[in-house]
């Protein structure tokens, strides 16, 4: 069963930045991708980034709201995904997910971590 673990949640004033991470515990090459998902209080879940884990470099794709303030990375050694966040709004308040979708199609959820953008 594949773990994935997400830190970096917190309290942030607007315009300010927070860095999320998720652990996975196998390596990232076996997954075709990973990616970040949010969810609001009364909303669908929705995508916020992705990036191909399959090769060392990665492609990523963002949601057009995150588009220039946010940025997905890898660490292949680490098998590690990050998710940087600059000039938070509060409307990137949200629980944040990691998730992982595997070559046979099976798709793996973290628990979550709660970002909050208030004054």
């Known amino acids: 069963q594949v773990q994935l673990a997400e830190s970096g949640g917190g309290l942030v004033q607007p315009g300010g930045s927070l860095r999320l991470s998720c652990a996975a515990s196998?390596?990232?090459?076996?997954?075709?991708?990973m990616g970040w998902y949010r969810q609001a209080p009364g909303k669908e879940r929705e995508l916020v980034a992705t990036i191909t884990t399959i090769t060392a470099s990665g492609t990523t794709n963002y949601a057009d709201s995150v588009k220039g303030r946010f940025t997905i990375s890898k660490d292949n050694a680490k098998n590690t995904v990050y998710l940087q966040m600059n000039s938070l709004k509060p409307e990137d308040t949200a629980v944040y997910y990691c998730?992982?979708?595997?070559?046979?199609?099976?798709?793996?959820w973290g628990q979550g971590t709660q970002v909050t953008v208030s004054l």
């Open positions: 196998r390596s990232i090459f076996s997954f075709n991708g």
């Open positions: 998730n992982a979708y595997s070559r046979l199609g099976n798709i793996y």
